[in-house]
């Protein structure tokens, strides 16, 4: 009891204190790589501080749910640190649900983001949010598809006994399926977290926008609050594709060796798919809002394909 | 007179439903008046299934019965109907044989045809007349059904029917399960048998839509679970796939529909449509369970079918209620001309949140759990070993997917376009909040969506045992204990109490925190940003056309959207306008490729007919004659 | 993506050693700057640009400090796209007619605290456009300004030099 009350506490603080790291991290490789010295890994933690000790500025439009809504975010991120294996195969809250559940905690946060978007009643909110709802949609029934190929091999959807399934029998990663899977939950990681090519999220022109277009009315502690939100989104799709996919080095047990072991591997992963989505961002660019659907049309059909492989090679 | 009325109907829906919650809990009775009426007379008898319904009707009945209190007291018209439609509602799942069914089933369908064309605005009475036909088109697929099965079982009695089935030979029970599944799937919505569905429903008065919408067409649910899993015994494995066929087609087309619909009422009842959807997946994996003797899975199947029919009853019921609000309020449906009530109409605001919340899935809310049921029996479908099985099954998994990700889209715009930002016309800025029996309507069905959300453990465990009823199969014996939900063992688990409690938590945590530490406190009041321009107006905001275009682009081969653009320039130059007008209207797939050609055979054949129709007397007996003559011969 | 990859290793970083630490020119007015707004913002701070009538040659200068040479996102300095996130307006031109009002909304749209920094020689006092009939002057003229970084334009340098000397940066 107390061990689990521990780790959970450990995977709040992993995950809060990981996202804003993983965001400045990604800014600074990207910055390297277009041969820039680039702001600082921890830069992200000094806006954060900044922008909590600012006041805010709110729209006399708006009403209660645009004020709530960065709480509704941070919250639902929250419980989902709390599902996720991060540190430990089975975290406080994995009893609770499984990847459906974290697929609509993540959809109750959208909810409400795109609601504060139309709240202030500018056309820039209105476009992020109907664009956001759209990527949000599209990309939900790859998830899942996704996660039904997984399932197929581990003969669970619990993250926790998926992520034990594949560490006790390596060799069941080794197949086609699973990559296919893996290329396919890469692409959603990429929409749902509003990374290029499908979102730019360093733009400045609101017609281009999604993520950004719903957010720039927030100001002050509220901003901090999305920033973080999506910073630990960010993190907890990269540990979902590393600890579900290559779940190496996740302890079962809560005892101090195996978790400091785990967090190092989990480092060690974050860090491989962080340079990966930097190469990624920085060699391509971003798509057409109408080309987008094409490529979550192409996710999806890796997840089928993927399901088809995991079907025959059973 | 027109309050007791409807207070009766509160007294009434409350005795059905502790009369079906015995029925849950294992009574069973017969009442039987043979002598009455031929073909065996009325006969009423309560089981486990009947008396879910009843539940379901009586439950959705005493809330809206409230409401109408406060939303059609000064309206005489349609109080008696009303009535008849609530009890007629109650007798279709207690009806025992067919005779006493089709009267309880016309009756219904009557009631709510005179309570759709009340207000007798014309479009209400063609709405009325869609389905009249549509409704009578179901009856006599029904009728043909049963007196089939009559014929061949030598009983009107459904018990018999059950006790017989399996002797019909397979060709007879697949002819009448699809003549009975057709006459259902009207009542149901299932497209493409939909077409009455959005055109009725809105134009009742929204608690009768509530009624409509939350549990009328769940009576054709009902139909479809008797004849897939009890009256006609165990069928061939089609049944089950055309039901999850039908299921996914509904499920993602009724969305699909729904997205680019902006009268409020109109994109609820698509939204029906979508749900009776997702509801047919979960009973049709339960049925395709059921034939590879899965019991325990088909009970999966079968429990998550009848969650989300109760889920659906809940949110839907609320939801209409609360467009009702809204029209009530501003005089209109018509999302366009919204925008700003959650202002002028806080309560009614908060309610539809909470119902838009549930009918998107979002944890932890009831859809939430029906949807995740559903997931959870959808994703062992490898325990069938039939690829061709498993292909519908990764189907409803991805059409699932799509349904509750569009779902969400939707109702963003829906709560988002009609209570947010800037009030789009007058009457939306002159609203008013319903009144005090509207809001305790609402409110009731907004306990009953946090309390299906939150007690899974206590719901599961009974739908199942009904489910154990309907296909004799034993109960399932280890379903977790009051926190938490276990699905086939270490399958999958879920404790949506746990998630409540750490989203408040998480809630509460951050808050207090920044309270504290006095982060927050100092907040200014300015206009929208708006690239400094100098003053926001509702004409500047995200219409609900805007909102759904990315999705008419994006599903342009299902929508087939036509664009009408209207420039009117100045006579001097073509340079200066004075009125655009911008129309994208979509158009069905189902009306321009069925519904349009078979109206078209069935005027040419008319007018083919009428040759005969000379209006001679001389010709008519002669009609006669041949008519006599051929029956002679045939004899 | 492969050829991305060997431009970015050949060319390494091309990013120059920041400007000597004394202000190359700034002039602040007021005595708002000073330990606070270093406390506060020494370590971030995001900067809406207002284009408030200017020539776009400021607009530039100003582009170019966001590419590898200048790099200002190295001293946790970002362009933001939306007031409500900005800690400093960076206003350029001297102030029109037209764009007078925009301008008071703008800075009303940014939460306290806040610096105001205006660009160039017409920022300060509408340069050679002082006096004529579309132009309201210089940007103090319209709303309160914290410093000026003059030129015309500032070089890149000069305004990184200016914005470092606002936030008491001392690379």
Known sequence: MIADFVAACIQVAVVGAGGPLLVGLLRTLKARLVGRRGPRPWQPYWDLVKLLGKDSVVSVTTSWVFRVTPYVLVATVLVAALVVPVVVTRPALAFAGNIILLMYLFMLGTFFLALAGLDAGSAFGGMGSSREVAVAALAEPTIVVAVFALALRAGTINLGGVVERFAADPLLVANPGHLLAFAAFFVVMIAETGRLPVDNPSTHLELTMIHEAMVLEYSGHALALVEWASSMKLFLFLTLLANLFFPWGVPAEVSPAPVVLGALALAGKLLVLTVALAVLETSIAKLRLFRVPELLAGSFALALLSVTAMFLLR | ?635 | ?171
Not at chain 2, 29 to 45: D, H, N, Y
Not at chain 2, 218 to 236: E, T
Not at chain 2, 363 to 377: D, H, I, K
Not at chain 3, 142 to 164: F, N, T, Y
Request: contains cysteine; charged residues 15%; neutral net charge.
């Open chain 2, 1 to 635: 007179m027109v309050s007791l009325a409807y207070v009766l109907a509160v007294g009434g829906g409350l005795a059905a439903a502790l009369l079906g919650l015995a029925g849950i809990a294992g009574t069973t009775f017969t009442v039987r008046a043979p002598g009455l009426l031929p073909l065996g007379g009325l006969e009423f008898a309560l089981d486990p299934l009947s008396g879910f319904f009843l539940v379901l009707i009586g439950g959705a009945a005493v809330p809206a019965s409230i409401y109408a209190l406060g939303y059609g007291s000064n309206e005489r018209r349609g109080v008696l109907v009303y009535n008849v439609f609530v009890a007629s509602m109650c007798a279709v799942p207690l009806a025992a044989n067919a005779l006493t069914f089709l009267l309880a089933w016309e009756l219904m369908s009557l009631a709510s045809y005179v309570l759709v064309v009340q207000s007798g605005e014309r479009e209400a009475v063609s709405a009325a007349w869609v389905y009249a036909v549509m409704t009578h088109a179901g009856l006599a697929c029904l009728l043909a059904g049963m007196l089939l099965l009559g014929a061949w079982t030598g009983s009107f009695r459904f018990a018999d029917w059950s006790a017989t089935a399996s002797a019909l030979p397979s060709w007879g029970g697949s002819l009448a399960f699809s003549l009975l599944a057709l006459g259902f799937a009207t009542k149901a919505g299932v497209i493409p048998l939909h077409v009455w569905l959005p055109l009725a429903h809105p134009a009742a008065p929204s608690h009768v839509s509530a009624l409509m919408s939350g549990v009328m067409i769940k009576l054709g649910v009902y139909g479809l679970i008797r004849i897939g899993l009890d009256w006609l015994g165990d069928g061939p494995a089609w049944w089950g796939v055309a039901v999850m066929l039908a299921g996914i087609v509904s499920a993602v087309a009724g969305v699909l529909y729904a997205l680019v619909e902006h009268d409020l009422k109109r994109l609820l009842a698509f939204h029906s449509i979508e749900n009776v959807g997702i509801i047919l997946i979960g009973l049709g994996a339960g049925m395709l369970f059921h034939l590879a003797d899965l019991p325990a899975l088909a009970l999966l199947g079968f429990a998550a079918a009848l969650y989300h029919t109760m889920n659906h009853a809940a949110f839907k019921a609320l939801l209409f209620l609360g467009a009702g609000a809204v029209q009530h309020g501003t005089g209109t449906r018509n999302m366009e001309e919204m925008g700003g009530l959650i202002k002028r109409m806080p309560w009614t605001a908060a309610a539809f949140l909470v119902g838009s919340a549930a009918i998107a899935a979002l944890p932890p809310l009831n859809g939430f759990v029906s949807e995740w049921l559903t997931f959870q029996a959808l994703l062992q479908t490898l325990k069938i070993d039939r690829p061709e099985v498993n292909l519908v099954f990764a189907l409803g998994i991805a059409g699932l997917a799509l349904t509750s990700g569009l779902a969400m889209a939707c109702f963003v715009k829906a709560f988002g376009i009609t209570f947010l930002a800037l009030p789009r016309s007058e009457s939306a800025a002159r609203a008013h909040e319903a009144g005090g029996a509207m809001r305790t309507g609402m409110g009731l069905l907004v306990l009953a969506c946090v309390a299906l959300g939150l007690a899974p453990t206590l719901v599961v465990p009974a739908l199942a045992r009904i489910g154990a009823d309907v296909m004799r199969v034993p109960p399932p014996v280890d379903v977790g204990g009051w926190l938490t939900l276990h699905v086939s063992g270490e399958f999958a688990s879920l404790s949506t109490l746990a998630v409540a409690a750490a989203l408040l938590a998480a809630l509460a945590l951050p808050a207090a925190v920044l309270a504290l530490a006095g982060v927050g406190r100092r907040r200014r009041l300015y206009e929208t940003w708006g690239c400094g321009r100098l003053l926001q107006t509702a004409r500047m905001e995200y219409t609900a056309t805007a909102f759904a275009n990315p999705f008419k682009r994006i599903f342009d081969f299902f929508y087939r959207p036509a664009t009408q653009l209207d420039i009117e320039a100045h006579p001097e130059s073509r340079f200066f306008v004075t009125r655009i007008e911008y129309a994208n209207p979509t158009r069905s797939l189902v009306e321009d490729w069925l519904y349009r050609p078979a109206l078209s055979a069935l005027h040419r054949g008319a007018r083919r007919a009428r040759a005969i129709q000379s209006g001679s007397a001389n010709l008519y007996l002669i009609y006669i004659l041949a008519a006599l003559l051929a029956l002679l011969v045939l004899a």
């Open chain 3, 1 to 171: 993506m492969l050829r991305q990859l060997r431009t970015a290793f050949r060319t390494g970083i091309v990013t120059e050693p920041p400007p000597p630490g004394e202000a190359l020119a700034l002039e602040a007015l007021g005595a708002r700057l000073g330990e606070e707004i270093h406390r506060r913002f020494g370590r971030s701070l995001h900067i809406r640009q207002v284009d408030a009538g200017s020539c776009n040659g400021c607009e530039l200068e100003i582009g170019g400090l966001t590419g590898p040479h200048y790099d200002l996102e190295r001293f946790g300095l970002h362009f933001v796209a939306s007031p409500r996130h900005a800690d400093c307006l960076l206003v350029t031109g001297p102030v029109t007619l037209n764009m007078a009002e925009a301008l008071r909304r703008t800075y009303d749209a940014t939460p306290d605290p806040k610096i105001v920094i205006a660009v160039g020689d017409c920022g300060r006092d509408a340069g050679i456009f002082r006096g004529s009939y579309a132009v309201v002057g210089g940007v103090a003229d319209v709303v309160p300004v914290d410093a000026v970084i003059p030129g015309c334009p500032p070089s890149p340098r000069a305004l990184l030099a200016g914005l470092l000397a606002v936030i008491g940066r001392t690379p």
